[in-house]
């Protein structure tokens, strides 16, 4: 018996990274899955690999798309239950105020704040619909820690979702709509990992600060996800729920 037996659940960036791992796990521990992302190709090749899946192609940040996302879900599965609102860019124009440009700005809280946005509002009747569930909010550490090494709009835009999911979560609780905001350290993802293919340096400057020695994996934040999707988990509403190996606890780290 899985831990999501009978839930159908909505990944948003499903077609790589933590997403991917996301859909691969839900739809291991027995939800069905739909896969939803930007890029055909590997969404689709995500979705073939699930037990019961389906890729949506969506822009999160565009009203319209969203909306549809949520339309199409519930013909395919009758219903929605888990909402996993993992899509997000870091582009490499992203960097300190003093150089980030407006347009880096926008582009970025269109898809990590607006998207988010947009899927709660669209997702979270769905849920109402079958008397409850689960929205999962990806922010990150960021959103409670400053950095030198600034990603300006990446870190405003996270903390924008941290806020969101809190109040969202106050005001749904007792309809049973529960909301978390995941909150990841460093991930060895495909975004994160080109940021440091070519200066090495950049990575070990980071490294010497997480307390485990190392990133995190996808599987690793993936199943995190899992336990706030399952009913494992129904009296956790509203948390920051980090999975950073203990670097926001870090002063000194060991040697």
């Not at 831990?3 to 990274?17: F, P, S």
């Not at 796990?25 to 939803?36: D, K, N, P, Q, R």
């Not at 199409?72 to 490499?92: E, H, K, Q, S």
């Not at 995190?216 to 920051?240: M, W």
């Amino acid at each position: 018996m899985g831990r999501l037996d009978g839930k159908v659940a909505v990944i948003t960036g499903a077609a790589g990274g933590i997403g991917r791992e996301a859909a691969l796990l839900f739809s291991e521990e027995g939800a069905s899955v739909v896969v939803a992302d930007v890029s055909a190709e590997s969404g689709e090749k995500t979705a073939a690999e699930c037990r019961e899946a389906v890729f949506e192609k969506v822009d999160v940040s565009d009203a319209g798309s969203v909306e549809a996302l949520y339309d199409a879900a519930t013909r395919r599965f009758g219903g929605v239950d888990v909402l996993y609102n993992n899509a997000g860019i870091m582009p490499p124009d992203d960097d300190s105020i003093l150089t980030t440009e407006p347009d880096a700005w926008d582009r970025v809280h269109a898809v990590n704040a607006r998207g988010v946005f947009l899927c709660c509002k669209f997702g979270i009747p769905r849920l109402l619909d079958r008397g409850g569930g689960s929205v999962i909010n990806v922010a990150s550490f960021v959103a409670l820690m400053g950095a030198a090494t600034s990603q300006i709009a990446y870190t405003a835009s996270k903390g924008a979702v941290l806020s969101m999911s809190r109040e969202l979560a106050v005001q749904f609780a007792r309809r049973g709509v529960r909301v978390n905001a995941l909150c990841p350290g460093p991930v060895e993802t495909p975004l994160l990992m080109r940021l440091f293919s070519d200066d090495p340096a950049a990575y070990e400057r980071r490294r010497v600060h997480l307390p485990m020695g190392r990133l995190a994996t996808a599987r690793e934040i993936a199943s995190a996800a899992l336990f706030l999707a399952s009913d494992e988990s129904s009296y956790v509403n509203g948390a920051t729920f980090l999975v950073d190996g203990g670097l926001s606890a870090a002063y000194v780290t060991p040697e």
